[in-house]
């Protein structure tokens, strides 16, 4: 799935998401694509308990990322450095977007609902494809509340 245009759509997203409690308590990070900095992040997410958890470069083998619990919801961008993690199962969200840097999903507040991404940019490459991912998401979903994590 690489590009998704929802204007004009009636995507049921307070029927496809369960609503969450407010407020959202979201960690973003970079895990440098290190092994030891990924299995930490479980312990980390143990003690601090967020809601949603951002991450860029992590480390990744087979498709997967070793050490996070497997009832964990994870959605990765198509090159894997940019991932959304969800540790609550109280959390419902639908998949938006998948493409090579960005990665959005949706979730349903109790007030509205709100889309949330993770981003991932090389220092060693123009910025600009990934701006334009994220760009293709936010004008695909007009007044809509967006946060973005890169």
């Known amino acids: 799935m690489d590009s998704i245009n929802f204007e004009n759509s009636s995507f049921p997203f307070n029927i496809a998401t369960a609503s969450t409690q407010d407020p ?3 960690l973003q990070i970079n895990l440098a694509r290190a092994k030891a900095s990924t299995n930490q992040l479980h312990l980390t997410a143990s003690t601090i308990k967020p809601d949603i958890i951002l991450v860029q470069e992590q480390y990744h083998y087979n ?4 050490g ?4 964990w919801k994870t959605f990765s961008s198509t090159n894997q450095k940019a991932a959304i993690l969800i540790p609550s199962a109280q959390i419902k ?5 998948t493409k090579v840097n960005v990665v959005a999903v949706k979730i349903q507040t109790s007030s509205y609902p709100i889309t949330i991404i993770s ?3 090389s220092p060693a490459q123009d910025v600009s494809t990934t701006l334009q991912e994220i760009q293709e998401i936010i004008t695909s ?3 809509e509340k ?3 994590g890169v």
């Open 24 to 26: 959202l308590k979201i």
């Open 63 to 66: 498709n997967e990322i070793p």
């Open 68 to 71: 996070i619990p497997n009832s």
């Open 93 to 97: 969200p639908a998949l938006l977007a």
């Open 119 to 121: 981003a991932y940019s």
């Open 141 to 143: 979903l007009p007044e």
């Open 146 to 148: 967006i946060i973005i």
